[in-house]
């Protein structure tokens, strides 16, 4: 509502503002005016309550929630006093995203994301999402949802930003392919024997990007872009042959779409989630961010290579997964989560994930198709349970 006096700020929910997307969304939006330019509906985390508190604080939030029900309390009485509403659990993350706002950043990792995000697109907020498994789990149901809301969906993946920066609108007919760009991760140059012995430790250490452990060794797997392939896909109406994945090692091209003339348009910058978060958030308008700007006298050169699909056999995965169809990305994606856990956790090594996803895919390649969310998150158990299995089968690994 606007008064005469106060003119109207622009309402943003954040699902996972304790996390590395949150957290710089956050900051973005102090740079873009902070309290004064924004209202904040809600915000939701999981385990960081002193974080959760001091942002809601902040930000002046209207409602603050923790996945984790057994935080309530705790939540609860840190905000004791502050007029701000504590929630926890899974039916209050939902309602965090039916709170009235104009746009919602969907940042939490993982499939937990998708019926507070579904919620929000109901209610006809723009999405600015970087929260993929959403796309690789539920692509058609949440398209379609998109569709229905009548809310953008604003991608905030860098790779998918790019995109999004370079696609002409008037144009899409004569779009041959998309580019997306990888770093290639701390494991780019290793051979099979090296990867074999890393450890999550060294996987969660990326080169160029700073991100969430999560994401940060799915980048070293690879895993990362197939899930950015699938995700590409269904934000841009693609065919799996349409999508490409390019090695470019510093992360300054972030990717780009091929037109049917021949051009090659690209996005470049700083390799800096704000500068996606910030687009996202101010689509259609170029708001000023506090991203370096780019000195191409001092990046002198930019390099490319083909990915390799024996070290990296995540790509494959994904093409495989996108032809099948169905809910095949909801179970490459859940056997990825569990796969994932178990090498964090030290029970499998760095290249079993790949494998254990493989046969996990193969053994539910059973044609199935989601009719609505029950299915989605049905087929994530699922693929969780028989990756587990799988990796119970091959006996587990001695930590060290
Ligand atoms: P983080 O792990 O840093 O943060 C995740 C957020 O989700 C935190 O707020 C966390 O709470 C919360 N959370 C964790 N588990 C659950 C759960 N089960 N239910 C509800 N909330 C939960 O992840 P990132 O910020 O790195 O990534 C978020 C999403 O954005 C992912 O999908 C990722 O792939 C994508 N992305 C991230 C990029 C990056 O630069 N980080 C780049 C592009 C995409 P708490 O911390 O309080 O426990
Ligand atoms: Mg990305």
Not at 78 to 90: H, M, Q, R
Not at 373 to 383: G, K
Request: aromatic share 4%.
């Amino acid at each position: 509502m606007t008064t005469a006096a106060s003119p109207a700020r622009r309402r943003i929910s954040i699902l996972g503002s304790t996390g590395s997307i949150g957290r710089n969304t956050l900051d973005v939006m102090s740079h873009l005016g902070g309290r004064e330019a924004f209202e904040v509906p809600a915000i939701t985390g999981m385990g960081n309550i002193d974080l959760l508190v001091r942002q809601a604080r902040q930000t002046g939030a209207g409602f603050a929630v923790t996945a984790d029900p057994d935080r309530y309390a705790e939540l609860k009485s840190a905000l004791a006093g502050s007029g701000i509403e504590a929630g926890a659990g899974p039916s209050a993350l939902i309602e965090a995203g039916h709170r009235d706002t104009d746009l919602l950043l969907a940042g939490i990792v993982g499939i937990a994301g998708l019926a507070p995000t579904l919620a929000a697109i109901a209610g006809g907020a723009d999405i600015a999402l970087a929260n993929k498994e959403c796309l690789v789990s539920a692509g058609d149901l949440f398209t379609a949802a998109i569709a229905r809301g009548g809310g953008r969906l604003l991608p905030v993946d860098s790779e998918h930003s790019a995109i999004f920066q370079v696609l002409e609108e008037n144009q899409r007919h004569a779009v041959e392919r998309i580019i997306l760009t990888a770093s290639g991760g701390p494991f780019r140059d290793h051979t099979r024997e090296q990867m074999a012995s890393m450890t999550a430790d060294v996987a969660a250490a990326h080169p160029n990007w700073s991100m969430g452990i999560k994401i940060s060794i799915d980048s070293a797997s690879m895993f990362n872009k197939a899930l950015e392939m699938i995700e590409a896909r269904h934000l841009f109406g693609l065919r799996p042959d349409q999508i490409e994945v390019i090695v470019h090692p510093q992360s300054i091209i972030h990717s780009m779409v091929g037109y049917s003339d021949g051009s090659v348009l690209a996005q470049l910058g700083a390799p800096d989630m704000r500068h996606a978060i910030g687009y996202a958030i101010s689509h259609p308008r170029r708001a000023n961010l506090p991203v370096e700007r780019l000195d191409f006298a001092r990046l002198a050169r930019l390099d490319f290579s083909a990915p390799d699909e024996i070290r990296f056999p995540a790509l494959a995965l994904a093409r495989t997964a996108m032809q099948r169809g169905g809910l095949q990305g909801a179970i490459l994606n859940g056997a990825k989560e569990a796969a994932l856990e178990a090498f964090i956790a030290g029970r499998i090594g760095f290249l079993e994930m790949a494998d254990i996803v493989a046969a996990t895919m193969d053994r539910l390649d059973d044609g199935r198709q989601a009719t609505g969310i029950d299915d989605v998150y049905a087929a994530d158990r699922e693929a969780r349970a028989v990756a587990i299995s799988i990796i119970a089968d091959c006996g587990v690994r001695q930590t060290s």
